[in-house]
């Protein structure tokens, strides 16, 4: 069973307009949560990530959103641009395990 | 400091042959992750260490998958015999334990025919 789910497997948007990428994960002791955007054969890079005490974080145009009571993370990108087209990974993590585990990814495809 | 450097970046070999994947983490992270991409799947931690030891492989898919981390800058993942199944993407990362992020390697694409 799938303890992280990215349930859009892709998005296509709209240059200039918000991208939301969603993410629920189903153990309320994860306590801290990343975002990785990843290009095409190149690895995954950290992009912004928030802990379970907080409920925003802001890093310039991407902000992620934290709903502990409904288990589920967003990030939003405004305004996109094409060059945030890339698949993006959430990642959650509990504190003493070192663990983190991965979603499936979204591709997010921004359209000039 | 370089990130993380994996090699090979592309491996094709045939099923039964015996596959190493190397990975060399950032100089002063203590923690090594191997992880596996795939479409159905996404990305998988097959094995991490912490100071060189193993202390979660409860990822690593069968037998036929081993990994070592013989120091603090060099660790391997075999599969021997490789099957066609185990066509994937394989990356490593490293991490530091007074942070929070893990830091990627550009990854090992495997083919087995």
Redesign the interface.
């Known amino acids: 069973d799938q303890q992280v789910k990215?349930n859009s497997p892709s998005l296509s948007v709209q240059e200039g307009r918000i991208s939301i990428l969603n993410c629920d994960y189903t153990n309320s002791m994860f306590d801290?949560f990343?975002w990785?955007k990843k290009y095409p054969?190149?690895?995954?890079?950290?992009l912004i990530?928030i802990s379970s005490i907080k409920d925003k974080n802001e890093d310039g145009r991407f902000t992620v959103f934290l709903n502990k009571s409904a288990k589920h993370l967003s990030l939003h990108i405004v305004p996109s641009q094409p060059g945030d087209s890339a698949v993006y990974?959430c990642?959650v993590?509990t504190s003493g395990t070192?663990?983190?585990?991965?979603?499936?990814?979204t591709r997010l495809k921004v359209l000039a | 400091d370089a990130g993380v450097i994996q090699s090979p970046r592309h491996e094709v070999t045939e099923m039964g042959q015996e596959v190493t994947l190397r990975c060399k983490p950032i100089s002063g992270h203590d923690y090594l992750f191997w992880y596996r991409q795939t479409m159905m799947r996404g990305l998988e931690l097959l094995i991490y260490f912490n100071n060189n030891v193993p202390i979660d492989d409860s990822g690593m898919p069968e037998d036929r998958f081993s990994a070592k981390m013989p120091n603090a800058s060099f660790s391997t993942l075999k599969i021997q015999p490789s099957e066609p199944r185990d066509s994937a993407v394989y990356f490593c990362a490293s991490r530091y334990s007074g942070g929070r992020v893990a830091f990627f390697g550009p990854g090992t694409r495997l083919t087995v025919l």
């Open positions: 990215q801290y990343l990785y054969a190149e690895g995954p890079t950290f990530s990974f990642a993590y070192y663990k983190y585990i991965f979603g499936t990814g």
